[in-house]
């Protein structure tokens, strides 16, 4: 089982990104996927997720109106389009899958708001 996440980078307050996570070795569509971030000096902690179908999705009261994850489940990838990005976002985001009650993490991508 692996997962690459991709996309993080410098971005102003206001600004977007895009993160993306590739995902292998596991059957992708039966699994629901999520969304962590971890600031330095804070736990981590979840800011969404998204069932097999893509049908429902669930999101942080921090990020609800702003980011917006997604699935193509023919791609094996799940997405977070992430809006209206402000310095409090700022954290390194890493893309979850849990398998027989296991936790499958990726590397994690940086993503920093600053002007």
């Known amino acids: 089982v692996q997962l690459v996440e991709s996309g993080g980078g410098l971005v102003q307050p206001g600004g977007s990104l895009r993160l993306s996570c590739a995902a292998s070795?596991?059957?992708?569509?039966?699994?629901?996927m999520g969304w962590f971030r971890q600031a330095p000096g804070k736990e981590r902690e979840f800011v969404a997720s998204?069932?097999?179908?893509?049908?429902?999705?669930y999101y942080a009261d921090s990020v609800k109106g702003r980011f917006t994850i997604s699935r193509d489940n023919e791609k094996n990838t799940v997405y977070l389009q992430m809006n209206s990005l402000k310095p409090e976002d700022t954290a390194v985001y890493y893309c979850?899958?849990?398998?027989?009650?296991?936790?499958?993490w990726g590397r994690g991508t940086q993503v920093t708001v600053s002007s």
């Open positions: 979850n899958v849990q398998i027989n009650f296991y936790d499958v």
């Open positions: 070795g596991f059957p992708f569509s039966n699994y629901p």
């Open positions: 998204i069932i097999g179908n893509g049908y429902n999705t």
